[in-house]
């Protein structure tokens, strides 16, 4: 491993293509705990963001006019507004006003950097979500409904046993699209302190004056992890597809 | 036919060629042909560089462009920038001088063409709540301390005293995000803490610490202009500013606490024969 951190450092005596983050032990590690930020935020902000859009999805099908009207709000305050935005009011609007304890000379609040932005860009992404899963809600024949209704089945077992697995494989398409937005996304942390990836190129360019090999090793990255995420969710549209039915 | 074609095909890359090399040949007259100035000043930044309540940028900077621009008679067009910016922004032509706080370190003059003498000195300090009770960097450790994002003592003083650096991308956020206790502090230049401190809403705060690594600052042009005419003749505009006076003048008039280090630098610089 040595031998690689090396040739980077050769690479850059020799062509100035520095590539710092290679052989600097610091830089280093500051950057693996940025890119480690990034796939916890990411991995958190996706499994939050489905889950608001199932109960979104539910809550929209509701019976009370109350319950339809608090979602649509939601979707139209979230969707209607930019992230960045999203994130400065609840970090620092919100987060005034947020419990904190004393952490030994300063307020540590219950809710950090991290935690703000994973409620913002879940909430984001979710209200996004509740709109794909109800487009595949309405694409699951009405008959179909019916007959398990025939069966006796409630509303809320007829969503999670029938309408739920139908629309979901009608939404995945939708679905991958938006969730490859909120793995880019979440590159906006950076402006509420959150040492993700983009944080910590930003302070490693600025010390280094590397700024466009850092460039080309975020792009590289973002396509990696991205691409993981584009493959896993393909794999699992294959995996749950049911002959003749859908796409 | 062929041949006479290939001729002036070959005339008109070399022509093209030449006027390009020509027309890069010097910032100088591109700024006198344009009529106009463009630096990169802070604008968030007080009292160096911000912006007043009409949304124009004023401070001690843009007053220093507007020297240049004056000694040049040309227009002068300001450019806000940003610590993690400005250098791309001189190097790429969006600037043609830089005048932006930035401090003097060996790593940049391998990147833009800084110029001596250096103008204003700063070093690295906290602003901290009184009720704090700071003495020593070592009070520090291991506590969350505001900063602001591409500040190169951020990595100094977390390796030296184990600070957790949280960097925000403007002063603003960063300061208030100390408001909110995030932090316990805000490490940020001495000078700039100095006139914060001087305004009625940081009054139960402090820069109680020693300043740290003293660094002069660089105004920079283009790195290829460096020791040619444009680079000698800013040379001449800071050289000026020093012994007239004018930089301990506009200290004064920004509200600046006063540094030795003009003082030392106007000394040096005195004209022997002046009365």
């Known amino acids: 491993m040595d031998a690689v951190y090396e040739w980077f450092r050769w690479l850059y005596d020799q062509h100035g293509i520095n590539l710092v983050i290679f052989y600097e032990p610091y830089e280093r590690e500051r950057f693996v705990s940025g890119l480690m930020t990034t796939i916890y935020l990411s991995l958190a902000c996706l499994f939050f963001s489905f889950i608001i859009g199932v109960v979104g999805a539910w809550l929209q099908g509701s019976r009370l006019r109350f319950t339809r009207q608090i979602v649509q709000g939601y979707i139209q305050f979230f969707r ?21 304890y004393d952490a030994g000379g300063w307020r540590e609040p219950i809710i950090g950097s991290f935690g703000w932005a994973v409620i913002s860009l879940s909430f984001f992404a979710g209200a996004f979500n509740v709109e794909i899963f109800r487009a595949g809600i309405e694409a699951v024949p009405s008959a179909t409904i019916e007959a398990a209704e025939s069966l006796g089945y ?44 983009m944080y910590t190129a930003n302070q490693i360019w600025s010390d280094n004056v590397n700024v466009p090999e850092m460039m080309v090793v975020l792009f590289l990255v973002y396509i990696v992890l991205v691409g993981l995420l584009v493959w896993g969710m393909h794999r699992w549209e294959r995996a749950i597809r049911i002959p003749g039915y859908g796409a | 036919m062929l041949k006479r074609l290939c001729a002036i095909l070959i005339a008109t890359v070399a022509a093209v060629g030449l ?32 912006r007043d309540t009409s949304g124009a940028i004023v401070g001690m900077e843009p007053d220093l462009a507007k020297d240049v621009a004056d000694t040049l008679g040309v227009e002068l067009e300001l450019i806000p920038v940003q610590s993690s910016n400005r250098m791309q922004f001189l190097q790429q032509g969006k600037i043609d001088l830089m005048i932006a706080t930035m401090s003097d370190r060996a790593d940049r003059r391998k990147v833009v063409g800084i110029i001596q003498p250096n103008y204003y000195t700063s070093g690295t300090n906290v602003m901290a709540a009184k009720s704090q009770g700071f003495t020593r960097w070592e009070d520090l450790r291991g506590k969350p301390v ?25 002063n603003a956020e960063a300061k208030q995000a100390l408001k909110d206790g995030r932090c316990v502090a805000w490490v940020y230049d001495d ?21 740290e690594d ?12 460096r020791d040619q005419l444009y680079g000698r003749f800013m040379s001449g505009m ?14 004064k008039k920004w ?21």
């Not at chain 1, 209607?80 to 904190?100: E, R």
């Not at chain 2, 800071?238 to 200290?251: D, K, P, T, V, Y």
Request: hydrophobic letters at 45%.
């Open chain 2, 255 to 275: 509200g600046i606490q006063p540094t030795a280090y003009l003082q030392a630098m106007h000394e040096k610089f005195k004209d022997w024969l002046a009365k």
């Open chain 2, 191 to 211: 000078s700039s803490i100095m006139s914060d401190l001087s305004t009625p809403a940081w009054a139960d705060y402090e820069m109680p610490l020693p300043t």
């Open chain 2, 19 to 50: 006027t390009s090399v020509a027309a890069d040949a010097g910032t100088l007259d591109k700024i006198i042909k344009r009529g106009k100035i463009v630096v990169g000043v802070k604008a968030d930044y007080k009292p160096w560089g911000f």
């Open chain 2, 238 to 251: 800071i050289f000026n500013w020093h012994q007239s006076g004018r930089l301990i003048a506009l200290e």
């Open chain 2, 214 to 225: 003293d660094n002069p600052w660089g105004i920079a042009v283009p790195l290829a202009e």
């Open chain 1, 154 to 197: 409630s509303r809320l077992k007829t969503y999670i046993h029938v309408v739920l697995p139908l629309a979901f494989r009608v939404s995945l398409p939708a679905l991958n699209n938006n969730l490859v937005n909120l793995v880019k996304t979440t590159t906006l942390a950076y402006a509420i302190a959150v040492p993700e990836m």
């Open chain 2, 146 to 170: 505001c900063g602001k994002q591409g500040a190169f003592y951020n990595k100094i003083v977390e390796k030296r005293y184990g600070v957790k650096v949280v960097a925000f991308v403007g």
């Open chain 1, 80 to 100: 209607n507004t930019p992230p960045l935005i999203q994130l400065y009011f609840f970090y620092f609007a919100l987060g005034v006003y947020t419990p904190s």
